[in-house]
Nanobody, 114 residues
């Protein structure tokens, strides 16, 4: 069955905001470091933000100060609040655990364009 389900993407103008959600199973989510990744066409899939079970976070320099990663352990849900979006943020966004990654979900498309 599907283990990771991303949602919340869409088309937004530069400077706009989106909030992405990732629903995961307990075996994936519980006591694991979780992360958001993104992949633009023809490019690698790169980690943009991560969060440990205690709330400790890390961000790629390209999104630092604009994106915020959070998690709700009770709801088994990961979030990515994206503000001040730029065209360079356009990509498919995926979630996964950093502690032994599982199969990727379908991701959710984020397009930033005027």
């Amino acid at each position: 069955q599907v283990q990771l389900v991303e949602s919340g993407g869409g088309l937004v103008q530069p400077g706009g905001s989106l909030r992405l959600s990732c629903a995961a199973s307990g075996v994936i989510f519980n006591r694991n470091v979780m992360g958001w990744y993104r992949q633009a066409p023809g490019k690698q899939r790169d980690l943009v933000a991560s969060i440990a079970s205690d709330g400790f976070t890390n961000y790629a320099d390209s999104v630092k100060g604009r994106f915020t990663i959070t998690r709700d352990n009770a709801k088994l849900t990961l979030y990515l609040q994206m503000n001040s979006l730029k065209p360079e943020d356009t990509a498919v966004y995926y979630c996964n655990r950093l502690t032994y990654r599982v199969n990727w979900g379908r991701g959710t498309q984020v397009t930033v364009s005027s």
